[in-house]
């Protein structure tokens, strides 16, 4: 037996549990609502209730196609469904899996990629969970060292510091295609506060603009 044979079993089975596993959580999500009013004995406002998901469809539908395409290249299939399952793509899973594959010195598309990405995301789940829980258990006690002023800067700027050293080192791979969108986002929420928290859509107007960028120099042979 083979070494592609073998990966190719094992992507099929990835694929037949992610399938199973995401259509079980879709269906949970889903009656969670419901099994909540038939619990508590509340009728539902199916009006109210048809405009609620109309207005977060139009919203979201767009974004989960854009992040479908951009995070699934990215991640490879274990990965991907581990995290569409389990969230937090950007804000956890998506470095974690960048910076095991950095250290490893694995490609997108490989088959090292896609052992690598998946055993990072899966560990950072577990991580998660647990770290979760214990911010549950100790969450009463640790109340008046979280509400401390003192270092509250410091919670309020952990993401921002995550992803500046994340990003930076792939900045500096290219900075001729990344100085024109990363200027264009920092003037654009300047301008417009309220895009800092439109990601996704964020994610489509600059990845547009990197894809052309990089067409366009590679064209003219300023890349390879």
Known sequence: MNEEFDFEAYQN???????????????????????????????????????????????????????????????GSGASYLTFITGNITNLKLPCAFNSR???????????????????????????????????????????????????????????ALFGALGYQYFKKSIKITVFPLSFMVLLCLLVPSMVNQTSFLLIACGGIALALSYVFFKKGWIK
């Open 102 to 160: 950095d250290m490893a010195g694995a490609k997108v598309g490989t088959v090292e990629n896609e052992i690598i990405s998946t055993l990072s995301v899966a560990t950072s789940s577990l991580v998660t969970m647990l770290v979760i829980f214990l911010g549950v258990l100790l969450l009463i006690p640790l109340t008046p060292i979280l509400q401390n002023p003192i270092i509250k800067p410091a919670f309020d700027n952990v993401l921002p």
């Open 13 to 75: 089975d990835i694929h037949r549990t992610g399938r199973a596993m995401l259509s079980i959580g879709i269906i949970m999500l889903l009656a969670c609502p419901f099994a909540m009013a038939y619990i508590t004995g509340s009728s539902i406002e199916w009006n109210a209730f048809f405009k609620a998901i109309i207005s977060v469809l139009i919203v979201y539908v767009p974004s989960c196609i854009v992040e479908y395409l951009i995070y699934v290249p990215l991640l």
